[in-house]
């Protein structure tokens, strides 16, 4: 059997680093980790119960109160985010979500509670996380790191696509906004703020389909296993 590796996959919103982390974590039978979805649960977390953004000591309670897991739907196929016992895979991928998640994850005290996690579930190697400092931080000694970008008008036509099945009266204007917001703040936060690490592999989807991005990495992930 071929030796397991983690691999990182990290890049701006909306660049198609999940749909490449579900196909390679299918692919080679790894789990797959959406590190953002713990980002987002928190966030969750934090507006249903009101915190103060601002009070360290609010913060690090409420966190001691969050519990957060991922657990396999096989109807769907894909592993979902429950916060304490309830499934909020869904709900977290709103837009009243999207508008204030990055500045939790700007949050020192929140970024060691998930990354502290991430840490452990590639502890046994064999997984694929996708994020904004998995290759830096969460496994800077990960076998395998990309970086992903791709051409600001697509991924805003991307997300607006994803938004809109969801959500029929989001505009164009409101998701091109989010994800520039995003971006900016996710970039230049103190606390491991997005950038590609020395190693990563930098792939840009802006003219290639899925499979040709797929079929790129498991080049790379064959020539390390
Ligand atoms: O990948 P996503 O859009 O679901 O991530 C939501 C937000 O969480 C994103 O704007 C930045 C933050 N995030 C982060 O800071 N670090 C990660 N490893 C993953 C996400």
């Known amino acids: 059997m071929s030796k397991k590796i983690n691999i990182a996959i990290d890049g701006w919103s909306s660049c198609g680093k999940s749909t490449l982390a579900k196909q390679l974590a299918k692919e080679l039978g790894y789990i797959y980790v959406d590190s953002g979805a713990m980002y987002r649960a928190i966030t969750l977390y934090f507006l249903r119960t009101n915190i103060d953004l601002t009070d360290k000591k609010k913060i690090e309670d409420a966190l001691k109160n969050i519990s957060l897991e991922f657990i396999y739907n096989p109807s769907t196929g894909i592993s979902e985010i429950y916060l304490n016992s309830e499934n909020v895979e869904y709900l977290i991928r709103d837009m009243f979500i999207a508008e204030k998640v ?27 996380m996708d994020g904004r400092d998995i290759g830096t931080v969460v496994f800077p000694n990960a076998e395998l790191k990309i970086f992903m970008t791709a051409d600001n008008a697509i991924r805003v036509q ?3 696509k994803e938004m809109f099945e969801k959500n029929p009266n989001v505009s164009v ?23 590609k690490a020395d190693d990563a592999v930098i792939i840009d989807n802006t003219n290639i389909t899925r499979e040709e991005t797929l079929a790129k990495v498991m080049t790379l992930v064959n020539e390390i296993v």
């Open 102 to 128: 990055s500045d939790v994850a700007a949050i020192k005290e929140v970024r060691e509670f998930a990354v502290a996690q991430q840490q452990k579930m590639g502890a046994k190697k064999g997984v694929v």
């Open 158 to 160: 991307r997300r607006f």
């Open 173 to 195: 204007e409101e998701v091109k906004n989010n994800l520039e917001l995003r971006d900016y703040i996710d970039s230049n936060r103190e606390v491991s703020p997005l950038k």
